[in-house]
């Protein structure tokens, strides 16, 4: 692939993401997209701690 193809996709996806942020915004409560944002990271992290302890065994 192009490297401008890879810029092009990266600001795409970005603004993507900033849509739907402020999309996110406007129907519901700040609080609450918080804690879905910590209960999304919290998923991550005990999946890539999973990943990193059977890794090592």
């Given at each position: 692939?192009?490297?401008?193809?890879?810029?092009?996709?990266?600001?795409?996806?970005?603004?993507?993401?900033?849509?739907?942020?402020?999309?996110?915004?406007?129907?519901l409560?700040?609080?609450?997209?918080?804690?879905?944002?910590?209960?999304?990271?919290?998923?991550?992290f005990?999946?890539?701690?999973?990943?990193?302890?059977?890794?090592?065994?």
């Amino acid at each position: 692939m192009k490297d401008w193809v890879c810029w092009v996709l990266l600001v795409i996806s970005v603004l993507a993401i900033c849509v739907f942020g402020w999309w996110l915004t406007k129907k519901l409560d700040t609080m609450t997209i918080y804690y879905i944002t910590v209960v999304i990271n919290g998923i991550v992290f005990g999946y890539l701690y999973y990943q990193k302890n059977k890794a090592k065994n």
